[in-house]
């Protein structure tokens, strides 16, 4: 689940880089390798816990994913079966439509637009139009 998630984040993340004109490949924190969106890498780490790592613990506390959402394959590995996948996406979706108050904005933004927000104010510092490069911090 926590994979799955993490993919949706990565995505979501290389799609903001993209989107304002950054390379997702090229990163600063993790390695460069072929493949390896190492950029969009570097900026979801702002949003694992939030979007990732809590989303999976609250749908295992709330026992919105049971066993039967989940397949074992051989060799002991296991994955997440199409219903468990559609439950974890739903509620993705919905964690993005949540409003987080976001510093630099000085407004409440959807959680989804976030990554979106921090790949423009990351731009800027790279173009030289911000001094720092002010990280997203959830309270």
């Not at 979706?93 to 108050?101: A, D």
């Amino acid at each position: 689940m926590l994979s799955f998630l993490y993919a949706l984040v990565r995505a979501e993340c290389a799609s903001a880089l993209e989107g304002v004109g950054l390379d997702p490949q090229v990163g600063y924190l993790h390695a460069l390798r072929p493949g390896r969106p190492a950029l969009a890498l570097d900026l979801m780490e702002e949003f694992r816990p939030i979007l990732a790592d809590r989303l999976a613990l609250t749908l295992v506390n709330r026992r919105q994913l049971k066993a039967d959402h989940f397949e074992e394959m051989p060799g002991g590995a296991v994955y997440l079966a199409e219903d468990g996948r559609k439950a974890v996406i739903k509620a993705y979706q919905e964690r993005k439509q949540e409003e987080v108050q976001h510093r630099v904005l000085k407004s409440k933004v959807p959680l989804g637009l976030v990554p979106h927000v921090q790949a423009r104010l990351l731009a800027r510092h790279l173009r030289g139009d911000l001094q720092e490069y002010p990280p997203f911090i959830y309270r």
